[in-house]
């Protein structure tokens, strides 16, 4: 169970290390939710510690992991403090869970809704989103680990260097590097054991690009 200000600071938290792996400082924090001393900050990071949210990495500044957002069904206890400062924070969408894909080796073409998912609404912007888990590890050097659930936004085109969901021949479906080449489509791994794939550019389907990732510890 989260209080309202442990969520805020918590999906602040988030919203600040999307960019880099530094949290912001206790002042900030302080100022962002409109506390008057860091005092109450301790507090809420030590809650947030206790309840599996954040942990304490040692030996390093301004050391914070999350290793999980709340959910939707989370129960907020009610607060006498004043509404949050921070509203389009604690806002939330769903999308589709659709399985597995490959980061690896190509595998069946996923067709079908296992779940659905509750993100913030600031974690994916605009736009058609889905989600998948990962099943491999050729994308391990984009920070892409085997059972990770990755957020798409749903389209059919992509530049050179993203990272994309390509359905190839109409029956398999991967997460790679997209690069288009002399008519040619290229997958590239992130992951110095497995080799890229060329295909003739008809043979590939983009449909979708990695917006976001959701890591559970």
């Known amino acids: 169970m989260l209080t309202r200000k442990q969520r805020d ?8 290390m999307r960019g880099g792996d530094i949290a ?18 301790h507090r809420l990071i030590s809650g947030l510690v206790e309840r599996g949210y954040l942990e304490r990495l ?13 959910e939707i069904s989370d129960t907020i206890a009610p607060s006498s403090a004043p509404p949050s400062p921070l509203p389009d924070l604690a806002m939330f969408v769903q999308i589709p869970l659709l399985g597995k894909i490959a980061a690896g080796t190509p595998i069946e073409a996923i ?20 989600a998948l888990r990962i099943d491999g590890d050729s994308m391990i050097k984009a920070g892409i680990h085997n059972g ?11 530049n050179n260097g993203d990272i994309a969901v390509a359905l ?3 029956s398999e479906v991967t997460l790679k590097r997209f690069y288009k080449e ?35 510890y």
């Open 9 to 16: 600071l918590l999906l602040y938290i988030n919203e600040r």
């Open 24 to 41: 912001p400082s206790f002042d900030e924090m302080k100022e962002a939710l409109g506390l008057k001393s860091k005092s109450g900050i």
């Open 58 to 70: 040692p030996n390093r500044a301004r050391a914070l992991n999350i290793i999980k957002l709340p």
């Open 111 to 130: 067709r079908h809704e296992e779940d659905r998912l509750d993100l913030p609404s600031h974690m994916i912007g605009k736009g058609e989103h889905y």
């Open 148 to 158: 990770d659930t990755v957020i798409i936004k749903r389209c059919e085109t992509v």
């Open 168 to 170: 190839v021949d109409d």
């Open 182 to 216: 002399n008519g040619h489509i290229i997958l590239k791994p992130e992951n110095d054991d497995y080799q890229g794939q060329e295909f003739e550019a008809g043979r590939v389907q983009v449909q979708g690009r990695l917006v976001s990732l959701v890591r559970v």
